[in-house]
């Protein structure tokens, strides 16, 4: 296979069986293309509780509103498919730090990113989970950014990569932190440099110490992922030996969303 096969290969997430179920050691990524037209945007605007239409209002660009909308009916879609259940009657509470979950006590545990018009949503049964994405954006990743938003050690790490590296470590460091971040919940209530991650995108990732909390690092496993070119993604799970399945949300029928070049 030629480098070029890998690489398309890598990014390739695959339609979901019609009969998709999920099971207790599975966790599943969805990635969602959110720019549709406009109307498709007022289909899954239909799937939407009255607050989260009144969130949609309140964004100033009709992008921006566009994108909320196909994200929060992408999410009500993909629920209601694992519940049997109709995506407009699932309920949502917020935790203080703002993270959704289902009101009703169900297990289903979930998690939405997106940048830069794609959005991932991962998905579990009871285990807490954590997904970031972050489009690559030139100029961000430098020693200062790292110094304010990294731990020593990070930075460290960072520094001690080859110039060549330090774009993708940097992007690989930034999306791992906060996956795990947004698996736990709890916002920056957790200061940035009380814990690390691995920095090397060419080793695999992981939590590596969290500051007053040694059983931290037993309790979750952290994985990169690579949904589309100019991209870098990361998951935090709870627990180990799950088993990992990438999907392409279908639903408007593929070909419709706009897609961001490579
Ligand atoms: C929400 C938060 C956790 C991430 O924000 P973000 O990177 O702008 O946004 P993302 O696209 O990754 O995630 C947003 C989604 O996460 C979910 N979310 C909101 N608050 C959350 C929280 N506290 N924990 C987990 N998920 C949360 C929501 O579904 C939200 O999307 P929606 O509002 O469209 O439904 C933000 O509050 C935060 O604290 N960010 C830290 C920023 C930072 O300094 N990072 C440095 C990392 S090194």
Not at 32 to 37: C, E, K, M, Y
Not at 46 to 73: H, K, M, N, W
Not at 120 to 129: P, T
Not at 207 to 236: D, F, N, S
């Amino acid at each position: 296979m030629s480098g070029g096969d890998e690489a398309r290969r890598a990014f390739s997430w695959p339609r979901p069986p019609a009969d998709i179920t999920l099971a207790g050691d599975d966790v599943h990524v969805w990635r969602v293309w959110l720019d549709l037209p406009p109307s498709e945007v007022a289909r899954l605007r239909q799937l939407l509780s009255p607050d989260e239409r009144e969130r949609a209002a309140r964004f100033v660009s009709p992008r921006d509103r566009g994108r909320y909308i196909t994200g929060r009916g992408a999410l009500r879609s993909i629920l209601g498919r694992y519940l049997r259940e109709p995506p407009r009657s699932l309920r949502f509470r917020y935790s203080p730090h703002g993270k959704p979950s289902l009101a009703d006590p169900l297990p289903l545990r979930f998690n939405l990113a997106h940048s830069s018009g794609l959005a991932l949503i991962a998905v579990a049964w009871g285990r807490e989970i954590g997904v970031d994405v972050e489009i690559i954006r030139a100029g961000v990743a430098d020693e200062l950014i790292a110094r304010r938003f990294f731990s020593p050690r990070e930075v460290e790490e960072l520094i001690g990569l080859a110039e060549e590296k330090r774009q993708a470590a940097f992007f690989a460091c930034w999306t791992c932190k906060e996956a795990y971040l947004k698996a736990r919940g709890e916002g920056l209530s957790i200061p940035l440099d009380r814990f690390a991650v691995s920095v090397d995108p060419d080793r695999p990732a992981a939590l590596r110490y969290v500051e007053g909390a040694a059983k931290e690092v037993a309790r979750w496993t952290l994985c990169r992922l690579h949904p589309w070119p100019g991209y870098a993604a990361a998951l935090a799970v709870e627990g180990h030996g799950w088993r990992l399945s990438c999907w392409q949300w279908d639903d408007p029928p593929a070909g419709r969303a706009k897609r961001p070049g490579p």
